[in-house]
């Protein structure tokens, strides 16, 4: 079995990154395929930058995609003081 190079994370360091309280909805999402990640004997691994592909809600956008784009604007305030300097 090959492994494609990356950064490689547990499931409660992925659980950690994504502000998760607990590992349930990460191991519901790696069962239903919404979430790439490797089985290594019994050891989840998951990709750094790997995002869960949730069930659609109303806007039509994936809700982690929404939770994503949330988190990097006030990431981005934080880093720049003026707002028009952002685009995202």
């Not at 395929?33 to 869960?52: E, K, M, P, S, V």
Request: proline share 2%; aromatic share 10%.
């Amino acid at each position: 079995m090959l492994i494609p190079r990356g950064d490689y994370l547990t499931v409660k360091e992925y659980r950690k990154q994504i502000g998760y309280a607990s590992c349930k909805p990460i191991y519901s999402a790696l069962k239903d395929n919404r979430l790439q990640g490797i089985n290594l004997y019994g050891n989840w691994l998951i990709l750094r930058d790997a995002i869960i592909m949730e069930k659609k809600n109303k806007s039509g956008e994936y809700i982690s995609v929404a939770r994503q784009k949330r988190i990097q604007k006030a990431l981005a305030k934080k880093l720049f003081a003026d707002e028009s300097e952002i685009d995202i």
